[in-house]
């Protein structure tokens, strides 16, 4: 019989997809059991060799946190009993610690727990890589989740391209012809280019002769409807019309990908379309730019809001991105998608529905 891991991640749904080649290593040699938040928890699904997704909204991850309970506490202890888990691997980025999970794992009697931690761990885990001494902190969100597994004794492949699996048909969604997406949205307020820059964009990209695509959240429907007006009579607004399933399947149509340094640019990644990565310098993009496609990096890395990790902008005017202009972004997309037209790259292997990876 084989064993079963638990493989946790318990931020949101770029997170979770950026811990798919780690999750794949664990695979090949057990059945894998994802721990995911409220906000991961459908890309935790897409993942090709998860068997099962468990959804556990975390107090010391969540913002806003939910309230910490004996309740819930229980609550998570029993599933994991009741899961029969032989042993987990708590994935993390680099301000973040495991130990608070790995608690609620031992009493929940899970015999070995791996992960990273700067913290003295005493007994909560039995397989520990250092940050800065044993994991290198400036490496990509993907190197660091395959460092953990591989301490665990699940060692990576070569290819550590994004994957997911169960991709749908969005071809009745986007019609006839080729198209580049703009997905102007973002959960955090100072990831965002302003929408105006993603209007002119959307407007010199029709002038062009290219097709629009907008996407996004049923409440970003004001945003979208600005995109897809500026792109003229033949752009497509899907705002609120595609699940994450559905979302993949027009990534996975598109020849190029417009976005912030959110969840889409990494499951634009995940089905191998080239991305236009507005990135905002409050978190490092050398561990969260989209991976292993053709991307275009554009906004000002040396910002004062560098490594700030901030929510909303802590610099008047957002200078890391307002100054990035249109022609700018526009001209990206269309040498992106040129060079994927003239020279086609090959998509990302798309898994079984059942996850196992074979």
């Keep these: 019989m084989r064993r079963r891991v638990l493989v946790a991640r ?16 664990v695979a090949r040699e057990a059945e894998v059991i994802m721990l995911c938040g409220p906000r991961g928890a459908a890309a935790g699904a897409l993942l090709p060799g998860v068997r099962d997704v468990m959804v556990w909204d975390a107090p010391w991850i969540s913002d806003p946190a939910p ?16 899961a029969r888990i032989d042993e987990a691997v708590i994935l993390t980025s680099f301000h973040q610690s495991p130990l608070p999970l790995a608690l609620l794992l031992r009493l929940a009697g899970v015999d070995r727990i791996a992960g990273a931690s700067v913290d003295y761990p005493g007994s909560l885990l039995d397989v520990r890589l250092r940050p800065g001494e044993d994991l290198p902190e400036d490496i990509p969100e993907v190197d660091r989740a395959c460092a953990i597994v591989e301490a665990a ?9 994004l994957r997911v699996r169960d991709v749908a048909d969005a071809s009745a969604l986007v019609g ?9 949205g973002a959960a955090v307020g100072a990831r965002r280019w302003p929408a105006e820059g993603f209007a002119g964009a959307a407007r010199l990209l029709a002038e062009s002769g290219r097709r629009v695509v907008v996407t ?8 979208t409807a600005l995109l897809a007006r500026a792109a003229g009579p033949h ?8 699940d994450l399933r559905l979302l993949a399947g027009v990534l996975a149509g598109a020849d ?17 379309t080239p991305v236009v990565s507005l990135f905002s310098p409050v978190v490092p993009a050398v561990r969260w730019a989209p991976y292993g496609v053709p991307v275009a990096l554009l906004g000002d890395q040396d910002a004062p809001c560098r490594g700030t990790r901030a929510r909303d902008c802590p610099v008047p005017g957002h200078p890391c991105l307002a100054g990035v202009a249109p022609a700018e ?7 992106l998608a040129d060079a994927r037209e003239a020279h086609p790259i090959e998509a990302n292997p798309i898994d079984t529905k059942d996850g196992a990876i074979r």
């Design 10 to 25: 318990l931020d949101s749904m770029g997170d979770v997809l950026l811990a798919g080649p780690a999750v794949r290593a």
């Design 176 to 184: 006839d012809g080729r198209y580049i997406v703009l997905h102007p």
């Design 235 to 242: 752009a497509v607004d899907l705002a609120g019309a595609c």
């Design 153 to 161: 004794g699940f060692p990576a492949e070569a290819d550590r391209r």
């Design 329 to 335: 972004v526009a001209a990206a997309a269309i040498r």
């Design 67 to 82: 309230a910490v309970t004996g309740g819930r506490i229980d609550q998570l202890i029993h599933r994991l009993r009741t």
């Design 216 to 223: 996004g959240a049923e409440g970003e429907r004001d945003l």
């Design 256 to 272: 190029a990908v417009v976005v912030g340094n959110t969840g889409p640019a990494h499951l634009a990644a995940a089905v191998g």
